[in-house]
Structures are given as C-alpha cells and as structure tokens.
C-alpha cells in the first residue's frame, strides 16, 4: 500500500500526542496515512510492552488509519546507526509517503531528537539506488525519497513553520490519547506516578493545541518545523 503521509514516532503515543489531529484530518481529505513506532516504549515508567502495543492498536482503530508497524528498536538506547537505518528505510521504501512526519528535532525526551535525526537521515538515504533492501518476501525494494520530512512539536516549546488547524478533530484526538490507558492519568492505578501521568499533563497537551490554534487564529492547532524552506504556487492555501 502507497501512503501518502508516514508519521514517524521514537515511541508508541508520541504521533497521538503531538499530530493526530493533523492525521485525522488528512485522512477526512482522503489521504492514506500510517504511523512508523520506533520502539515499544519499553522504558516507559508504566505500562509494559505488550501493553502499549495493544494500546497501538486501540488509537489506531480510533484514529483509522491504514497502517501500523513496530521496528522494535531499543527505547532509550537506539543508535541512529546503519542498522536502525536500513530498518527504517525498507519501511519508507514498502510505503512509498510522499510527506514524512517525524519527532521535534529538540526535545525534553532525548529519544525525540534522536528518532528526528533517524527520520532525516533514513528518508535521505532511502533515495540512494546503491542501498540495497528487501521486502518481506525478499523482493528487491526499489529506492524512494519523500518530498517532504516536517517536524511535530513535542513537550518543549519551538516556534513552528507553520500549524495546521485541528479544531475539528480535537475530540477524536483526546481519545486516541486516551486509549494509552497506562501511560495518562487514572485515579484507579497502582502504578508510579510519572511526568505524563498526571491528570494536569493532559490539560497541557490541550493549552498547547490552543496556544498554536490561537497563532493562526483557530481554536486548536499543531505546529511543525521544516529544515526546508517551503514554496508555495500561490496563496491560495494560506489561512
């Protein structure tokens, strides 16, 4: 299946909590979207493994996109080295996105900088014909660069490129939050306490929608950064 949109996350939630609403909305437009999870979140302070990706797939039902996989490189640890590469890009190659979004280049989590710098790199080197991969039945993937890697806004504030209105999808995109169970706020929990479990952590991911909804004018927005500078035929796109 050709995607049109691949979003690239260091782990599972991340592409929920920062761009899934941008991912709602492309696919009501009749885009084919799919989410790329680097790891299982392993090291996550709750949940387990085999928790988060049933919780996966519970947002990716809700949110309806068209696929879904799991590298299952090391949380915490991964290398943005040839292995994690050549993963990646048999990944883009079976897909075929036109637009890549990927981890905040910056970040509070230092997986986050490090799965955009995969992203940056995997999508460039993809595009090399001399770089041999495989599909999953052995066939020879032929090369294939995305046009576009932008970058989804993470837990600390960067000034975006540009925000995309989201108003429309926000209460979708609260609820593939939420199907996260063990990672957000519940009174009923034996687990940690952690820096994302508090029901106050929730309400920030809601300010922030609104303090970029709020830049170009809407009620709920997510913001994005480009390495690139954007062209644009007119301005006719522009709000």
């Given at each position: 299946?050709?995607l049109?949109?691949?979003?690239?996350?260091?782990?599972?939630?991340?592409?929920?909590?920062?761009?899934?609403?941008?991912?709602?909305?492309?696919?009501?437009?009749g885009?084919?979207?799919?989410?790329?999870d680097?790891?299982?979140?392993?090291?996550g302070?709750?949940?387990t493994?085999?928790?988060?990706?049933?919780?996966?797939?519970?947002?990716?039902?809700?949110?309806?996109?068209?696929?879904?996989?799991?590298?299952?490189?090391?949380?915490?640890?991964?290398?943005?080295?040839?292995?994690?590469?050549?993963?990646?890009?048999?990944?883009?190659?079976?897909?075929q996105?036109?637009?890549?979004?990927?981890n905040?280049?910056?970040?509070?989590?230092?997986?986050?900088?490090?799965?955009?710098q995969?992203?940056?790199?995997?999508?460039?080197?993809?595009?090399?014909?001399?770089?041999?991969?495989?599909?999953?039945?052995?066939?020879?993937?032929?090369?294939?660069?995305?046009?576009h890697?932008?970058?989804?806004?993470?837990?600390?504030?960067?000034?975006p490129?540009?925000?995309?209105?989201v108003?429309?999808?926000?209460?979708?995109?609260?609820?593939?939050?939420?199907?996260?169970?063990?990672?957000?706020?519940?009174?009923?929990?034996?687990?940690?306490?952690?820096?994302?479990?508090s029901?106050?952590?929730l309400?920030?991911?809601?300010?922030?929608?609104?303090?970029?909804?709020?830049k170009?004018?809407?009620?709920?927005?997510?913001?994005?950064?480009?390495?690139?500078?954007?062209?644009?035929?007119?301005?006719?796109?522009?709000?």
């Amino acid at each position: 299946m050709k995607l049109d949109i691949l979003v690239m996350a260091a782990h599972p939630d991340d592409a929920e909590l920062a761009c899934s609403g941008t991912i709602v909305s492309q696919i009501q437009q009749g885009k084919k979207v799919g989410i790329v999870d680097f790891t299982r979140g392993e090291l996550g302070t709750r949940g387990t493994p085999e928790i988060r990706i049933a919780e996966s797939a519970a947002s990716s039902a809700i949110l309806e996109i068209h696929a879904r996989e799991n590298l299952g490189i090391r949380d915490g640890f991964f290398r943005n080295d040839e292995e994690s590469q050549l993963k990646l890009i048999q990944i883009i190659r079976k897909y075929q996105p036109e637009i890549v979004l990927a981890n905040a280049l910056e970040d509070r989590h230092p997986d986050h900088g490090k799965g955009a710098q995969l992203a940056i790199d995997a999508c460039f080197l993809s595009g090399l014909r001399k770089i041999e991969t495989h599909d999953e039945l052995g066939n020879a993937q032929a090369a294939w660069r995305p046009k576009h890697v932008f970058h989804y806004i993470q837990d600390r504030y960067l000034n975006p490129d540009f925000v995309i209105d989201v108003s429309a999808h926000w209460d979708v995109k609260e609820q593939s939050i939420r199907a996260f169970k063990s990672q957000f706020f519940d009174p009923n929990s034996n687990e940690p306490d952690s820096y994302i479990s508090s029901p106050d952590f929730l309400e920030f991911i809601r300010a922030r929608s609104m303090e970029m909804g709020h830049k170009i004018g809407v009620k709920y927005g997510e913001g994005y950064q480009s390495q690139r500078t954007m062209g644009l035929n007119g301005f006719e796109a522009i709000l």
